[in-house]
């Protein structure tokens, strides 16, 4: 017979299967690596170039507080960084008075039929964050959108294929009632409709209650879309910021197959517990390795420096299969 102490412990209490594995070079880029003065780095959109070399599209946060967005460049993805001498892409009040307070957190689609990535970004003005647009062939010049959805929206990408002959937009706009997921559709990428709720944060003590967003673009696989998705937990020493996983349908990306209960990603390192924000993971890229299975995702870490985590596709898929219900269960788990 044994006693309490010498029992087996539950799985639940104090363990965990480990699906993200931190690159053991992180942090892979901060600011004293940035060739201009600038106070910190984060928050990188991510794509793989035409001779396979990977760039991060970075958010670079001046002194006054203000950010902007800047291209870095490696041959392997790790180390080696080629950083744009100045500023990649720079908030243009002038003529895009939606950014007068700056451009943040971008996100990378490569389009094949239009032969051009294209980068939706945050833009800030004094009516809040909205969502922007441009389009690149070599990011060095920009044809720009502007604003193609209003405050207080953002957490967007592009989905890389025409979905019954439309565009399809994943954003996250905030109310009052809770910020959640949403779908757009639009023929041209500037205007939108066919508004579709996609994914609701939770209500209560869960990790993701009442604030989520997309992370990355999502990617497609043969079983669906596979989405990384934040949670916000209100805490009282403040915000933390966890990873999720959801499955959504290819030809209809707003119905979720399965949505995981627990997050599978959260600050533990000290480059991610502290910094200007304490407790945050945040990815905004990834590019998928030749075996067309390992994920590189690059995250945001404290909102100071940029890392890099490792999984695989089939992983998540499996875990998914295990840990993952349909959203129309939870829905009245929920209620």
Request: charged share 25%; aromatic share 10%; net charge negative.
């Amino acid at each position: 017979m044994t006693t309490p102490a010498q029992e087996p412990m539950s799985p639940l209490s104090t363990r965990y299967e480990q699906l993200l594995h931190r690159h053991p070079a992180n942090p892979i880029l901060t600011s004293k690596d940035w060739p201009y003065s600038i106070n910190s780095v984060f928050n990188a959109g991510a794509t793989l170039l035409a001779d396979g070399s990977t760039l991060l599209l970075c958010r670079v946060e001046d002194r006054r507080g203000l950010s902007h967005l800047c291209a870095a460049r490696s041959q392997n993805g790790v180390d080696g960084w080629q950083i744009d001498s100045k500023p990649t892409l720079m908030p243009s009040p002038k003529e895009y008075p939606e950014e007068i307070w700056g451009i943040e957190d971008p996100r990378i689609t490569f389009v094949p039929e239009l032969q051009q990535y294209v980068v939706t970004y945050t833009s800030y003005s004094r009516g809040g964050p909205g969502v922007s647009l441009a389009l690149t062939k070599d990011f060095r010049t920009f044809e720009r959108y502007g604003v193609i959805m209003p405050p207080d929206d953002k957490d967007t990408a592009l989905l890389p294929r025409r979905i019954d002959g439309y565009w399809a937009l994943i954003h996250r706009p905030m109310t009052k009632l809770g910020a959640h997921m949403w779908i757009s559709y639009s023929p041209d990428l500037r205007h939108w409709g066919r508004h579709r709720l996609m994914l609701e944060a939770r209500r209560g003590a869960w990790w993701d209650a009442n604030k989520i967003g997309l992370s990355p673009p999502p990617i497609e696989t043969s079983r669906g879309w596979l989405v990384f998705y934040h949670g916000v937990r209100h805490t009282p020493s403040g915000c933390l910021y966890r990873l999720g996983l959801a499955l959504f349908e290819l030809e209809k990306p707003e119905k979720c197959l399965l949505r995981g209960d627990s997050w599978i990603f959260g600050p533990e390192a000290d480059y991610e517990r502290h910094g200007d924000v304490d407790d945050v993971v945040f990815p905004c890229g990834y590019t998928m390795s030749p075996d067309g299975d390992t994920i590189n995702l690059y995250y945001g870490a404290a909102d100071c420096s940029i890392a890099l985590a490792r999984t695989s596709v089939r992983s998540l898929l499996e875990w998914l299969d295990t840990n993952g219900c349909c959203e129309r269960r939870q829905r009245v788990d929920d209620v």
